[in-house]
């Protein structure tokens, strides 16, 4: 099924609100991908250049190239219809329809995203550790970035109190930005 969703994705001019549109009114990528014309044509509001772009797109090959990039870097897909995924971004439709994470998700719970300077002060270090460690040990999930500074001592103090971080990041995740994380 992650095929399809991929296929979707990459197709040129569907956004989230469209994808997530496609979605809900066919029930699944794979429906969408094997939709005619006549039933893509039903869709109220759906442009017609985006379903000669849908028809003209059948091939999975693309996202096939992708797929098994991503299981060879051990990247998954995460979709809005997941109970993994976080439910206040499924308020707004012109947010992700689909995230790319690695790791282990849990179902979402209490979450604090702690962010802040990557040049920081030593206060500010401490102050992070300290916070980090009390919300790992309290079992509240700590989000942040990964770059260096206060994110990367949020995720660090966090973990070594036995915690759950969740890292979002603005590059692909075949990227480890800055190199010196790759290990966090």
């Given at each position: 099924?992650e095929i399809?969703?991929l296929?979707?994705?990459?197709?040129?001019?569907i956004g989230?609100?469209t994808l997530?549109?496609?979605?809900?009114n066919?029930?699944?990528p794979?429906?969408?991908?094997e939709a005619?014309?006549?039933e893509?044509l039903k869709?109220?509001?759906?442009r017609?250049g985006?379903i000669e772009s849908?028809?003209?797109?059948?091939?999975?090959d693309?996202a096939?190239?992708?797929?098994?990039?991503?299981l060879?870097?051990?990247?998954?897909?995460?979709?809005y219809?997941?109970?993994?995924?976080?439910s206040n971004?499924?308020?707004y439709p012109n947010?992700?329809?689909?995230?790319y994470y690695?790791?282990?998700l849990?179902?979402?719970?209490?979450?604090?995203g702690?962010?802040?300077?990557r040049?920081?002060t030593s206060y500010?270090k401490?102050?992070?550790r300290?916070?980090?460690?009390?919300?790992?040990?309290?079992?509240?999930?700590?989000i942040?970035g990964?770059a260096?500074?206060?994110?990367?001592?949020?995720?660090t103090a966090?973990?070594k109190?036995?915690?759950?971080?969740?890292?979002?990041?603005?590059?692909?995740?075949?990227?480890?930005?800055p190199?010196e994380?790759?290990?966090l």
């Amino acid at each position: 099924m992650e095929i399809y969703w991929l296929w979707l994705s990459l197709i040129k001019g569907i956004g989230p609100v469209t994808l997530r549109k496609l979605v809900d009114n066919f029930g699944t990528p794979k429906s969408v991908y094997e939709a005619s014309r006549e039933e893509l044509l039903k869709l109220k509001g759906l442009r017609k250049g985006i379903i000669e772009s849908i028809l003209s797109h059948r091939s999975l090959d693309p996202a096939k190239g992708i797929y098994e990039d991503m299981l060879q870097d051990g990247i998954k897909l995460l979709t809005y219809d997941s109970p993994y995924f976080p439910s206040n971004i499924n308020k707004y439709p012109n947010l992700p329809a689909v995230l790319y994470y690695r790791g282990i998700l849990r179902l979402p719970s209490l979450s604090v995203g702690i962010v802040g300077s990557r040049r920081c002060t030593s206060y500010g270090k401490e102050v992070t550790r300290e916070l980090a460690a009390f919300l790992g040990k309290s079992n509240v999930t700590v989000i942040s970035g990964m770059a260096k500074g206060i994110d990367s001592y949020a995720h660090t103090a966090c973990l070594k109190a036995g915690g759950y971080t969740l890292a979002f990041v603005a590059n692909g995740l075949d990227i480890c930005y800055p190199p010196e994380h790759r290990a966090l």
